[in-house]
């Protein structure tokens, strides 16, 4: 079974940019959640989505947007990038919402300029 | 709400000998799932072990065991005969079991703590 894939694993993007990063979870997953990983703040949830829902929501400001399609692959977009956005993004999927295991893809890594 | 803390920024042990890493939470909530993550140099996340609070019985993988003091609140991990391989950064991690809550689905990481294997 394949793991969880992101696209694109690598983005440059300016001050001012926006961004979208795509997440397919693992077959059968309905759930998707989001981390930004930094060497400053660590991994921080930024949200899940469950059946086209969002269930869960971090702190981090309204830049920071998501969805999810009816096949369960979600994206994230970032709007007016700042620097501080340079990080790792992380998608996690699991089976069900909260009780199973989350399984991680590999990430992408955005530099913001 | 929850918080997770690894005190211990770096760790080093020799191959084949045995290391713990330390996590203690902070939570109000009596049912509950905690986690160690392995990320490598590859930054993939790998799950390594899972306790669930309501079990007393410390969870075991192999040569990756727990030390879960649920009053302490400490969730401590072993790694015995320790391999190159297991050289990554360990991510301690806790997730409600509500269902009913807002943080259902969610991960709160630990700051995590540098492994380095030493042939």
């Known amino acids: 079974k394949a793991g969880v894939t992101q696209t694109p694993r690598y983005l440059i993007k300016t001050r001012g940019q926006q961004v979208t990063l795509s997440c397919s979870p693992i077959s059968g997953h309905r759930s998707v959640s989001w981390y930004q990983q930094t060497p400053g703040q660590g991994l921080q949830f930024l949200f899940e989505?469950?059946?086209?829902?969002?269930?869960n929501k971090g702190n981090f400001p309204g830049r920071f947007s998501g969805r999810q399609f009816s096949n369960s692959r979600s994206e994230m977009n970032v709007s007016t990038l700042e620097l501080g956005d340079s990080a790792l993004y992380l998608c996690?999927?699991?089976?069900?919402?909260?009780?199973?295991?989350?399984?991680f893809g590999p990430g992408t890594r955005l530099t913001v300029l | 709400a929850q918080t997770v803390t690894q005190s211990q920024p770096e760790m080093s042990v020799q191959e084949a000998e045995t290391v713990t890493l330390s996590c203690t939470y902070d939570t109000s909530e009596s049912d509950y799932y905690l986690f160690w993550y392995k990320q490598p140099p590859s930054r993939q996340m790998i799950l390594v072990i899972r306790q669930e609070a309501y079990k007393q019985q410390n969870a075991t993988e192999n040569r990756f065991s727990v030390n879960f003091q649920k009053a302490a609140k400490s969730f401590s991990l072993k790694i015995s005969d320790s391999q190159l391989g297991d050289a990554a950064m360990y991510f301690c991690a806790y997730r409600t079991a509500n269902a009913g809550g807002t943080s259902y689905g969610k991960l709160t990481f630990g700051q995590g703590t540098i492994l380095t294997v030493h042939p």
């Open positions: 996690a999927s699991s089976k069900e919402t909260g009780n199973n295991e989350q399984f």
């Open positions: 989505y469950f059946s086209e829902t969002q269930r």
